[in-house]
């Protein structure tokens, strides 16, 4: 009996749910790789090449570069949110969850196996918008392990906060409100589009409030060296959200919300 | 050794419906076990719990010597479900289906194809391994989900009403596999409201109604318990009025057609010689109901009764 719950079997677990969700996020690429890359370029296109050239400068660069990391934070934080929120709910929806509710895999490997899908999605967009905006804005890479490892982080974290909305959602309208109601406006607020520095005193204080800050100027140091708030913060504060949520997913699939009866 | 050992098992819902009063129930290594009872009686609920779905609110179930509850992963490593509903991903194709349910349990993913062709052979739905699922027929998808089922080789397979839906042909051929499965040494846990696949295939038997067991014998035994059987007599010549015949009830359904209520200490011979001595000649015979149909519905009526009355 041993045979059949082993390390071994919880790998080759883990691996089936990864190539299934990487499997679906090929199958249906025309909603999960091509939309992000699309928006992105009108992004550059009007904010970058039209507005931009009018904004001057921001942080002593041209307002084009400065804009490159937040679109490219933005576009993993909604592309790894979105996709485990939209697949679990989903198989939760579609009840084939309960292939994996009936198997021998602990919950650990369950979440493993979604969060590790979302993060290879937010790579491979996170990387075709970099693609795009070295079009505009040409390459430039200050730090890629700051840049890669705050990518993975990031994309970590908001995975395991769709897999919350996932596990709670009872309709599909139930997955759009978080990402339209919190979770833009936490990433447009978050220094996307301007340094935090230029928000007057009070303002600034509540923008760190924030935890989109710290992720987009991590990244924005790792490409272009420069960020508003110091490394070693982003990182405790990127490595304690992702705890947190981790923790929080963990107990709810243990406990069976929304899944178990 | 038990395959399935269930104590005490109670379930109460949080809108405070009861769908187990504290069950217990054993399947040997090996049965074909049949558990059978009225919709709403508790069995999804049973079938839930063993399978993990649903949490138990008191007692414990044994897979195989191993808590459900304390220990899950290796007890759920030796079941296989065949659930009520089709609950696959219907935009994926049934092989694809197959292998990812093997990764699941682990089985390497070489094997877990060459299981995957198999079973898919084996139950006639090689051809449409490789077609979208929701493609597939309401038999097939049955078919499907007892091919998913079988790809780790479980030691203990649990159908709940497979066949519910399936026309006879393919519910034959369906019925013949999962007794191939149980002669190889697979214990089977069978729910059906089709009472004569239960009488033809289990050995063993319990029925559940209201979250209780009220019965749990073997097949054999429950079957000697009936003591009246009921034939329909299909007549050559019309007739107006039935004989009357000591110990035997008879009724006159239309005037080619008689009810006959046989006690089982009566013999058929002593029926049909009346019959014959009253210029009746009878053309075919058979059961009013399947044997253990009539035998189902009075035990659940008896409890519903009892259940009943302890109310009043």
Known sequence: MSEKVSAKSFWIGYQTILIKEITRIVRIWAQTLIPPVITMTLYFVIFGAIIGRRVGEMGDMPYMEFIVPGLIMLTVITNSYGNVTSSFFGAKFGKHIEELLISPLPPWIILAGYISGAVVRALVVGVLVWLVASMFAGFQMHNIWVTLSILILTSVAFALGGFINGVYAQKFDDISIIPTFVLQPMTYLGGVFFSVSLLPGIWQQISLVNPIVYMVNAFRYGILGVSDVPLWVAYAIICGFGVVLFAICLSLLQRGVGLRT | ?312
Request: charged letters at 25%.
């Open chain 2, 1 to 312: 050794m038990l395959a399935l050992e269930v104590k005490n098992l109670k379930k109460t819902y949080q809108n405070g419906v009861v769908a187990l009063k504290g069950i217990d129930l054993e399947v040997s290594e090996g049965d074909f076990f049949a558990l059978l009872g009225p919709n709403g009686a508790g069995k999804s609920t049973l079938i839930g719990i063993i399978s993990s779905l649903v949490n138990a609110s008191e007692g414990e179930t044994k897979v195989f010597g191993v808590s459900v509850q304390k220990d899950r992963s290796r007890a759920m490593a030796e079941i296989g479900l065949v659930p009520q509903e089709v609950n696959f991903n219907q935009f994926e194709k049934p092989f694809d289906i197959i292998v990812n349910q093997g990764g699941y349990y682990g089985v390497p993913r070489a094997v877990a194809k060459e299981r995957a062709e198999y079973y898919l052979k084996k139950l006639e739905l090689w051809d449409k391994a490789f077609t979208m699922s929701r493609a597939l027929s309401g038999g097939m998808k049955r078919r499907l989900l007892i091919a998913r089922a079988m790809v780790h080789e479980p030691r203990l397979l649990i159908l709940d009403e497979p066949t519910a839906g399936v026309d006879i042909e393919i519910r034959r051929s369906m019925w013949q596999f999962i007794e191939e499965i149980n002669r190889a040494g697979t214990t089977v846990i069978l729910t059906t409201h089709y009472l004569e696949e239960a009488e033809n295939l289990c050995r063993n038997i319990a029925i559940i109604d209201h979250g209780e067991i009220v019965e749990n014998t073997t097949i054999k035994h429950l079957l000697s318990k009936l003591d009246i059987e009921t034939f329909i007599l299909d007549l050559r010549a019309p007739i107006e009025t039935v004989p009357s015949i000591d110990g035997i009830e008879l009724a006159l359904k239309d005037p080619h057609t008689i009810e006959a209520s046989i006690p089982k200490s009566r013999s058929l011979n002593r029926l049909f010689r009346a019959l014959e001595e009253a210029g009746i000649e009878v053309t075919s015979m058979r059961n009013k109901v399947n044997r253990l149909e009539e035998l189902f519905i009075r035990l659940v009526n008896a409890e519903g009764q009892t259940s009943q009355e302890s109310v009043a």
